[in-house]
């Protein structure tokens, strides 16, 4: 497609359960940013990925989040024994530089997780 | 690490009335700044952004951006409003690594027919 894709829109799971989110980055875009974006809050930095590596994960929150990319393409946020504090919408974005200095990220539409 | 602060939650304007969405960061590094809209149901895309150069940046849809930086602000503007121009603004500032990319909370703009 022609932007950013992320799957599934919606997910609603329960606390305890395991989820996975993926995101699909506009194709020839090396730069891939998750963000997670709480009711009533701006995006929040999570992790950012220059080709298959995490350039910065500062912004994981605690070791239930990873993310990976190991093609450089698409990847994926996995979020481990979830709590109902991870209730958010995860935003994708792509960028075709090695930042958003040297241009601008292309936002997805997200995925919103409510945990039960 | 650098910060955004966006001084209003809601801003309501009645349409072809014009409009400031105020913008301060913090910062100790030079910074990029970019202003994003997000329209209902839509994910969030780049409205404007300064770089270097002019410090007055138009952007899409006739809105504008000075960067003061002796105020450390980045306020947005727009002469008419337009119905459509009801979204969720985001402040955006990033170091010139772009590495990292913070925003602030938002402003809610409304536009009153």
């Known amino acids: 497609g022609a932007g950013v894709s992320q799957t599934p829109s919606n997910k609603v799971t329960e606390k305890g359960k395991y989820v996975e989110l993926r995101c699909d980055p506009i194709s020839g875009h090396t730069a891939l940013y998750w963000y997670r974006q709480s009711l009533g809050q701006g995006p929040e930095f999570l992790i950012y990925f220059q080709g298959t590596g995490a350039a910065d994960d500062s912004g994981l929150p605690n070791d239930r989040f990873f993310a990976v990319r190991p093609e450089g393409s698409v990847s994926t946020l996995k979020i481990q024994r979830t709590e109902r504090g991870d209730s958010a919408v995860y935003l994708c974005a792509s960028s075709p530089y090695g930042g958003p200095g040297t241009g601008e990220l292309f936002f997805g539409e997200g995925s919103r997780l409510t945990v039960l | 690490a650098q910060s955004v602060t966006q001084l209003d939650s809601q801003v309501p304007v009645f349409e072809e009335a014009p409009v400031e969405l105020r913008c301060n960061y913090s910062s100790s590094v030079s910074v990029y700044l970019f202003w994003y809209v997000q329209y209902p149901n839509q994910g969030l895309q780049l409205l404007l952004k300064?770089?270097?150069?002019?410090?007055l940046v138009k952007g899409i849809n006739g809105f504008e951006a000075e960067f003061n930086k002796s105020q450390t602000s980045f306020h947005l503007r727009k002469p008419s409003v337009h119905i459509s121009d009801t979204a969720e603004y985001f402040c955006a500032v990033s170091d010139l690594t772009g590495n990292q990319f913070y925003f602030g909370t938002g402003t809610s703009l409304t536009v009153i027919p």
């Open positions: 300064y770089l270097s150069g002019s410090t």
